[in-house]
């Protein structure tokens, strides 16, 4: 992975999705919570997840591409990658 000192901004994303998932799970376990707010806290945590992995891709793709040996290899993963539910 590239230099860690680098990724503060990446796992403060990662705390703030913790805590937005940690949220849902107090709704989903409290019978008498308001479902709209649920629904938001969902919908919150579904972007932050996709935000987060625009920006660590943005952040990481250079390194992965040139810590692969193959390219061939390579190639093929980032296809896997990319067709996968991943990115739906």
Do not use: W
Not at 32 to 61: I, R, W
């Amino acid at each position: 992975m590239a230099n860690l000192d680098n990724n503060t901004d990446l796992l403060n994303r990662l705390n703030r999705i913790q805590g937005q998932i940690e949220a849902l799970k107090k709704n989903v376990s409290n019978p008498e919570a308001d479902c709209m707010k649920t629904m938001q806290l969902l919908k919150a945590a579904n972007n932050a997840l996709k935000k987060f992995g625009e920006a660590y891709v943005s952040k990481h793709l250079e390194y992965c591409i040139r810590s692969k040996g193959n390219v061939t290899e390579m190639e093929q993963d980032l296809k896997n990658v990319i067709s996968s539910s991943f990115f739906l």
